[in-house]
Nanobody, 122 residues
Framework: QVQLVESGGGLVQAGDSLRLSCAASGRTFSGYGMAWFRQAPGKEREFVAIITSDLSTNYADSVSGRFTISRDNAKNTVYLQMNSLKPEDTAIYYC????????????????WGQGTQVTVSS
């Protein structure tokens, strides 16, 4: 199991960019699928993006074309580059790790970070 720590959140204006980072512990990081989820106040946690162990990616429709997920296995880190941010992107963003291939089901992620707040003002 890996431990995950997110960073990079903050308060930005609509149209701005942010890059979130998620640092993982453990020697088997490269074997995990890594994903970002988010949870807005009063809403359920939702899938944002995933990058698999073989570097395939998948995105929620709401962020496709604006967000990019990537990973650096040498640094045990996964990133989420967020461009053209909108107020509706405001949420706590969580990093998660899974051994299930290409899943977007939160119940199949065994490790979660503590979350980082992203607030986008209009």
């Amino acid at each position: 199991q890996v431990q995950l720590v997110e960073s990079g959140g903050g308060l930005v204006q609509a149209g701005d960019s942010l890059r979130l980072s998620c640092a993982a512990s453990g020697r088997t990081f490269s074997g995990y699928g890594m994903a970002w989820f988010r949870q807005a106040p009063g809403k359920e946690r939702e899938f944002v993006a995933i990058i698999t162990s073989d570097l395939s990616t998948n995105y929620a429709d709401s962020v496709s074309g604006r967000f990019t997920i990537s990973r650096d296995n040498a640094k045990n880190t996964v990133y989420l580059q967020m461009n053209s941010l909108k107020p509706e992107d405001t949420a706590i963003y969580y990093c998660a790790a899974t051994l299930f291939f290409a899943t977007i089901n939160p119940s199949e992620f065994r490790s979660w970070g503590q979350g980082t707040q992203v607030t986008v003002s209009s």
